[in-house]
Structure formats: C-alpha cells, structure tokens
C-alpha cells in the first residue's frame, strides 16, 4: 500500500496535468486502440477492424492537432506537454501504422525490417524535435518550421492501406504483389515506409509550421 508522501506525490501528478493534456491522451487512446483493432483482425480476420484501425488515425490527428491550439490558448505549454506528445505520437503515428500494414500483409523478413526502420526514424525524429525545439523556436513559444517531415504524415500511409482494405487488396492479393530477395519476402508497398522514415529524419528538409 502507497504511504503517504506517495500518494501526495500521486496526486500532485495529476494536478500537474492541464487541459491540453487531455487531447494529447486522446491521441495517445487512439493509437493504442488502432494497433488493437489490428490485432484483433489476426484473430477474426473482420476487414471492418481495419477500416475502423485505419480510421482512427485521423481522429488521433484531430487530438494532436487540438492539444497544441488548447496549450498555446491557455498559455500551459510545457516540457512535460512535449514530452507527452512525443509520446503519444509514436504510438498513433509510428506504431499503429506499422501494425496496420503488418495487419493487411506486409509479413514478409524486408518488410518487417522496412516497418521496423519506420518506427524507429519516428522515435529518432521526434527525440531529435525535443531537443531542438527551444532553438528552433527561437524565443517564442511556437517552432517555426520542422527539420524533416512531422510524423503525423503518415496519416497518409494509413489512408493507402485504408484504401487498400476498401477494395479488397490485402493479404495475398496486395497491391504490388511481392518480390523474393536473398530468400525474404518484401511487398513493394513497403517501401512507402522506408521512403516516409527517411524523409522523417531528414535535416536538409525544412518545412514551415503552419
């Protein structure tokens, strides 16, 4: 059982928490529940768990979206709210993608390693925005343009393989088919992957926050 000074300590963590957080845990809500609905289809094989894994992506977007007006609003963005939302983002955003295409047939051994790769660009991109974030906001409390595409682009990953349910086009019948290279299996779509990770970690690339 917790002592005292623990649950003081409980408590003030949540007291901590503001208001912006809240979106940022539904973002992080979302993500988990897409990867479960992706696994359940490993289970049941019901397309409808994908279509709805793959729909929650955008509404993970709506709460990450949502979490960084609703902290500059009320003047509560923190250290903690970025840390938070790195989190949050990995999940909804690297994670859960990887775990819809994994789900639609990407099982091979180099598309395993492209997933793989995608996930951990995504970690490496959003670690890296932590510790540049004050620089690159350059005193004000908004960066003014992203080093590398922002994570959440692969909402439009997501959307291929949505569409890719949609119409039928998973699991042995994937679009692109499959090629065998030094005895593994890889999925062309794949690719898409490794191409989003590498433009994730990518410094020459600056894109302004709107």
């Known amino acids: 059982m917790p002592t005292r000074p623990d649950l003081r300590a409980h408590f003030s963590m949540i007291r901590g928490f503001q208001l912006a957080d809240a979106f940022t845990l539904g973002n992080a809500a979302c993500g988990v529940a897409a990867v479960l609905m992706a696994m359940r289809y490993g289970i049941g094989h019901d397309v409808g768990d994908l279509l ?14 949502l979490d960084g007006r609703v902290a500059r609003w009320r003047g509560t963005a923190s250290a903690l709210g970025r840390e938070l939302d ?17 789900a639609c047939g990407l099982t091979g051994l180099w598309d395993a390693v492209m997933l793989v790769y995608f996930v951990c660009c995504g970690v490496s991109r959003l670690a890296r925005y932590n510790v540049t974030a004050e620089s690159l906001s350059a005193g004000s409390d908004k960066v003014k343009y992203f080093e590398g595409t922002p994570i959440p682009t692969s909402v439009v990953l997501t959307a291929v393989f949505a569409w890719a349910v949609w119409q039928g086009r998973i699991g042995t019948a994937i679009y692109g088919g499959s090629w065998n290279i030094l005895g593994g299996e890889l999925h062309p779509l794949a690719l898409l992957f490794a191409v989003s990770g590498t433009l994730m970690v990518s410094k020459t690339l600056h894109i302004p926050k709107l």
């Open 52 to 65: 709805v894994a793959a729909a929650l992506a955008p509404a993970a977007l709506i709460f990450d979206v």
């Open 86 to 102: 790195s989190l949050a983002d990995v999940i909804s955003f690297g994670v859960a993608p990887a775990a819809l295409a994994f």
